[in-house]
């Protein structure tokens, strides 16, 4: 198994990621390399909840333009795990 936190890399904070906290569905950008079973693990290791339901997808990098040059944003993988009922990450708490 890989170290939980070459696996998860950062949570995803945005309004929609927020919205979705009030369904026990938390976001997070992982590694490209992570499959399902192990974003689970991983989460189940760090924040110590039990993990329902792992949904992962590819963000494909946007064209942007710098004065005259074209390039790319990253592209990146981000999994949006839904937690069993009860639990909660305390990292997202709202005050």
């Given at each position: ?9 950062r949570p ?11 369904e026990n ?41 710098v004065r ?28």
């Amino acid at each position: 198994m890989k170290d939980p936190r070459e696996v998860i890399i950062r949570p995803v904070i945005s309004e929609r990621s927020y919205d979705k906290m009030s369904e026990n569905v938390y976001t997070f950008e992982v590694a490209k390399s992570a499959n399902k079973v192990e974003i689970a693990q991983a989460v189940e290791a760090i924040f110590d909840v039990k993990v329902k339901k792992v949904n992962t997808l590819n963000v494909k990098p946007k064209p942007k333009r710098v004065r005259f040059h074209m390039g790319k944003t990253r592209s990146w993988k981000k999994a949006m795990v839904t937690l069993a009922e009860g639990d909660s990450i305390e990292l997202f708490a709202a005050n």
